[in-house]
């Protein structure tokens, strides 16, 4: 069973950008690609830096400290020096509010 709890309003991400939120410990990355929207981790995989940080282009996040790209929508590395893949979490939108399971990724 999922537990999606809220993590920001809708109207705080607009198209093409990025926001980090912090539920349950976690540090996550939510994207709005396209009016969808995505949720990673927020740490490079490759090393401890903040995705938030990087520029998003289409689905890919980059990491402004060795330059590994990241698809948001399956959170995997699509440039070295990453090679894991960033944990994905189920996102919807409820109202005004913007959800996501931090238990549950996908």
Partial sequence: MSSFV????VDRLSVGKTMRVECQGRKILIANVEGILHAVDDTCTHEDSSL????????LIH???H???FSVRTGEPMEEPATE???VYPIKVDGA???LDPQ???
């Fill in 6 to 9: 809220a993590v920001a309003d």
């Fill in 52 to 59: 938030s940080l990087g520029c998003l282009k289409g689905e």
């Fill in 63 to 65: 990491c402004t400290l």
């Fill in 67 to 69: 330059g590994s790209r």
């Fill in 85 to 87: 893949a960033l944990r």
């Fill in 97 to 99: 509010k913007i959800m």
């Fill in 104 to 106: 549950g990724a996908q």
